[in-house]
């Protein structure tokens, strides 16, 4: 079953504008990864955070991580008709080596 | 990280057939894993194929319905037994490279009439 809930399910923006993405997940975790899928393809690895990191920067990528909250968020920061895609949280817990999906965020960056 | 490869990137089956779907990795790699998205829906892990050993399938998923191969450290294929409309889905399979970051392959678009 799915680890994680994301918001908002769907968020459309125009061209240049940030766009953050909210990822919560139930149980502790080892990693947690961010994916972005354009439209029904394979997936794309964005960036990992670790349990014991805070926030990782990957150029215009700002992924925070709050494992007391239990929650990730993902910032794409000047946003580009490119980025418009589905975008998926993960987890890694415990001795799993699988990863556990949230729900998606599907982001349209209007030009 | 790791390129991977599938076959075939889409297909249109009749139900009651089966379909086998492959993927290569361009390295050696010990876990493969198979998941499913269903349309508009995120990712369900089916199993965890490891070389040399049965699949690990996750609840929900049976060996007779989507029966898998692993027989090397590059290759694996999973097949769709009996399909029926519902079974219409992206199947992906991935890899984990290191201890931690999982790499996916293209995806497999099945649409059965």
């Known amino acids: 079953s799915q680890q994680g809930e994301e918001d908002p399910q769907a968020l459309s923006i125009q061209e240049g504008e940030n766009a953050t993405m909210n990822c919560s997940y139930k149980t502790s975790i080892n990693n947690l990864q961010w994916y972005r899928q354009n439209s029904g393809r394979g997936l794309v690895h964005l960036i990992l955070i670790r349990s014991n990191e805070r926030e990782k920067h990957s150029g215009r990528l700002r992924v925070t991580l709050d494992t007391s909250k239990k929650s990730s968020s993902l910032l794409i920061t000047a946003s580009r008709a490119a980025d418009t895609a589905s975008y998926f949280c993960?987890?890694?817990?415990?001795?799993?080596?699988?990863?556990?999906f949230g729900s998606g965020t599907q982001l349209t960056v209007l030009p | 990280s790791a390129v991977i490869s599938q076959k075939p990137s889409r297909d249109i089956c009749q139900r009651g057939t089966s379909l086998t779907i492959q993927c290569q990795v361009d390295?050696?790699?010990?876990?493969m894993f198979w998941y499913r998205q269903q349309p508009g829906q995120s990712l369900t892990l089916i199993a965890t194929a490891n070389q040399g050993s049965e699949a690990t399938y996750e609840s929900g998923f049976v060996i007779d319905k989507f029966p898998i191969s692993r027989p090397n450290l590059t290759f694996s294929t999973l097949t769709v037994s009996n399909m029926s409309p519902e079974d219409s889905s992206i199947y992906l399979c991935s890899v984990q490279v290191g201890s931690e970051t999982q790499y996916f392959g293209p995806g497999t678009r099945l649409l059965v009439l």
């Open positions: 390295s050696q790699v010990t876990m």
């Open positions: 993960a987890t890694h817990s415990g001795s799993a080596r699988q990863l556990t």
